[in-house]
């Protein structure tokens, strides 16, 4: 009976799932890239603003369906189409970051802390992503796992979305530390160390 019972959750598999499941895997192919300019600006601060405002989105949206699982049941395959597309745009914008960085060497103080912080928060946020993205794939192709298996991959999607919440908030803080000049050695890059625009 249960036997059964699996394989007619198996059989009514939908196409997409597998379109998702793939798309997540070209999505890698962007890991090395890195713009460096679009429009005439910098990349990176114009692409992370993608990820800055949907991955604490997707960790929300991720929260309410694990903990109501048969949104995701429903919605699963939304979802982590969502959470590809946030992947796609973590990696686009640490790539450009890293190319940002590259620009700003010279102009940078030696062993910059705060950069080193950001980076590292960066990199730990395309992880989180990868990983929150895999699991939700696992998650939609679980019909044929036990449940046990589904419980772990609902508990690490809880504690991936957490961590994509918080690292993203951490990175933008760090990010935003730095171009506009909460730190004594830096000046801030609109105003060259001096007063703002309008005699503020």
């Not at 090395?32 to 604490?56: D, M, Q, T």
């Not at 940078?108 to 912080?117: A, E, R, V």
């Not at 908030?169 to 000046?187: C, F, Q, S, V």
Request: aromatic share 8%; glycine share 8%.
């Amino acid at each position: 009976m249960a036997t059964s019972t699996v394989d007619a959750r198996a059989a009514g598999r939908s196409p997409w799932e597998t379109i998702v499941a793939v798309a997540a895997l070209v999505s890698l192919a962007l890991w090395p890239i890195e713009i460096n300019r679009a429009f005439g600006l910098p990349a990176h601060p114009l692409i992370i603003h993608v990820p800055v405002v949907f991955i604490p989105i997707l960790g929300l949206v991720v929260l309410a369906a694990m903990f109501k699982f048969g949104w995701f049941e429903r919605y699963g395959l939304l979802i982590t189409a969502f959470s590809v597309v946030c992947l796609a745009a973590t990696l686009l914008a640490v790539g450009a970051g890293e190319a940002f960085k590259e620009d700003l060497e010279p102009r940078l103080p030696m062993n910059d802390p705060t950069l080193h912080d950001h980076e590292d928060a960066g990199i730990t946020v395309r992880l989180t992503m990868l990983l929150l993205t895999a699991v939700l794939v696992g998650l939609l192709w679980a019909r044929r796992l036990p449940n046990a298996a589904t419980i772990v991959l609902r508990v690490l999607a809880v504690l991936l979305a957490l961590t994509a919440i918080a690292m993203v908030i951490r990175t933008g803080h760090l990010g935003a530390k730095m171009a506009w000049g909460e730190r004594a050695d830096i000046p801030s890059p609109g105003f060259q160390g001096g007063p703002p625009p309008g005699g503020g």
